[in-house]
């Protein structure tokens, strides 16, 4: 029995040989201890692949930081042109403001209470109060000064009258009224500040 069975296991080892013509001698060998360079050259492009793959992923984080960055900026820069598109506008306004000002300050209360003069003294300041009430809709807002501590951010001191009347630094003459702009000096005030007697 054992002479029938050679013959066969000879022809079949043969078909095998035959089907394993062509693959490297490497992947052939029975020696499980044997040679282990593809195994380390698996491993190290491997570990190639995974310092490929974490560059990638901070490429990845770095872009996307700076796209959110250059959106904030655009948002920004939106808001701020919206805010502060009239400013060059309402700044060529504030004259007219200035001339309504000083022609309401030089009526004389003898005008105010004549009656042919009454009409034009309360027409004049109908329209600086329209005029407040238009700066006040677009954002414009007039700064506070007189009695104020002096602010170099808002005002603009002019001239040091001497005084008493008033701890020194305090702003005691107004000669040109100053404005903002949403939260920006539009124009400053110029002012006269208290100092001490010498």
Same mark, same amino acid.
């Given at each position: 029995?054992?002479?029938?069975?050679?013959?066969h296991?000879?022809? +079949?080892n043969?078909d095998?040989?035959?089907e394993l013509?062509?693959?490297?001698?490497?992947?052939?060998?029975?020696?499980?201890?044997?040679?282990?360079?593809p195994?380390d050259?698996?491993s190290a492009a491997l570990e190639?692949?995974?310092?490929d793959?974490?560059?990638?992923?901070?490429?990845v984080?770095? +872009?996307?930081?700076?796209t959110?960055n250059v959106?904030?900026?655009?948002?920004?820069?939106i808001q701020?042109?919206?805010?502060y +598109?009239?400013?060059?506008f309402?700044?060529?306004?504030l004259?007219v /403001?200035?001339?309504?000002?000083?022609?309401?300050?030089a009526?004389p @209360?003898s005008?105010?209470?004549? @009656?042919?003069m009454k009409?034009?003294?309360?027409?004049?300041?109908a329209t600086?109060r329209?005029l407040?009430?238009?700066?006040? &809709?677009?954002?414009?807002e007039?700064?506070a000064?007189?009695?104020m501590p002096?602010?170099?951010? &808002?005002?603009q +001191?002019m001239m040091?009258i001497p005084?008493?009347?008033?701890?020194p630094?305090?702003v005691?003459?107004e000669? &040109?009224?100053? /404005?903002?702009?949403k939260?920006?000096l539009?124009?400053?005030?110029?002012?006269?500040?208290?100092k001490?007697?010498d």
């Amino acid at each position: 029995m054992t002479d029938n069975k050679k013959p066969h296991d000879e022809a +079949a080892n043969e078909d095998v040989k035959a089907e394993l013509k062509g693959v490297p001698e490497e992947f052939l060998s029975d020696d499980p201890d044997g040679d282990d360079e593809p195994a380390d050259d698996i491993s190290a492009a491997l570990e190639e692949l995974r310092r490929d793959l974490d560059e990638a992923k901070q490429e990845v984080l770095y +872009a996307k930081a700076d796209t959110q960055n250059v959106r904030r900026r655009a948002e920004k820069d939106i808001q701020d042109a919206r805010n502060y +598109a009239a400013t060059g506008f309402a700044r060529d306004v504030l004259s007219v /403001w200035d001339n309504l000002s000083r022609a309401v300050d030089a009526i004389p @209360e003898s005008l105010r209470e004549d @009656e042919k003069m009454k009409g034009l003294v309360v027409g004049i300041e109908a329209t600086q109060r329209e005029l407040e009430k238009v700066f006040k &809709q677009n954002g414009i807002e007039r700064i506070a000064a007189m009695d104020m501590p002096l602010d170099p951010n &808002q005002h603009q +001191a002019m001239m040091e009258i001497p005084t008493d009347e008033k701890e020194p630094g305090t702003v005691i003459q107004e000669m &040109q009224s100053g /404005w903002m702009i949403k939260n920006r000096l539009l124009r400053p005030a110029m002012v006269g500040v208290a100092k001490k007697p010498d």
